[in-house]
């Protein structure tokens, strides 16, 4: 690696490295005047270390990302599948408009008291909340994706008489890839938000949870462990989606 590309790849770390810089300084410097509430980075960093080695670092991870994943699946087909129904069709889309807009705003931790009575803790109740707060952001970024599809396109899959089916996968599909997967990423944000916000407030499983327990036990560096985890994980799955992205793109002959 040359010295410019060096450079190139460490100059968006410097200011993250100047905030662990300052956070460690402030930490140690409060410690020092008897308060016992933060924990420097360096502390945090050998908590994260003894998590790795007990095991509970990847069960909680594992159980968050898989819950995260399958709620993110359900809320992606519907919303995509109605996000396309809508967009291709304007009788539809003013029908369901005032539904849309009524339950749209409904904050998605709302629901966990009602989540709660009709899955109990666990699984099901954490996928079924994940899936309420993803479906939104895909229906209406799909459904204004396919608006603004070029009108001719449409035009030419009506003159070849292509079935509905057919004008979704070979027509209208191909032409929203990069924003599908603008909507996609923003629901992958999404769902990794929704799914700690319930461990925290309701589901005893999962890196939400163990960071309320490191609270509750008096542990801020553990806490602060599980806090930069959950930051490294986001980024981590970002990232993923990034190159997936572009090779969809590549694949389908589309510019991301």
Known sequence: MTEGRLLRWLRPWVFPALLVGAFEW???RAAALGSDALAPPSAAAKAFVGAAMDGSLWQATGFTLGTAALGLLLGAVLGIALGLVLGLSRRAAQLGAVSIEVLRPVPSVALIPLAMLGFGFGVRMEVAIVAFATFWPLLVLV????????PRLLEVSRVLGLSARERAFKIVLPAIVPRLFVA????????????????????P????????????????ALMLAWLGWIGVVGFAVNAGMVRLQA??????????
């Open 247 to 256: 090779w969809v793109a590549r694949r389908m002959g589309v510019q991301p």
């Open 143 to 150: 459904q204004s994706a396919v608006q603004q599809i070029e």
């Open 205 to 220: 499983h999962g890196m939400g949870y163990a960071m309320m327990i490191a609270q509750q036990s008096f542990d801020p």
């Open 184 to 203: 996609l990423r923003l629901g992958v944000a999404v769902a990794l938000v929704v799914a700690v916000t319930v461990e925290i407030a309701a589901n």
């Open 26 to 28: 402030y930490a140690r």
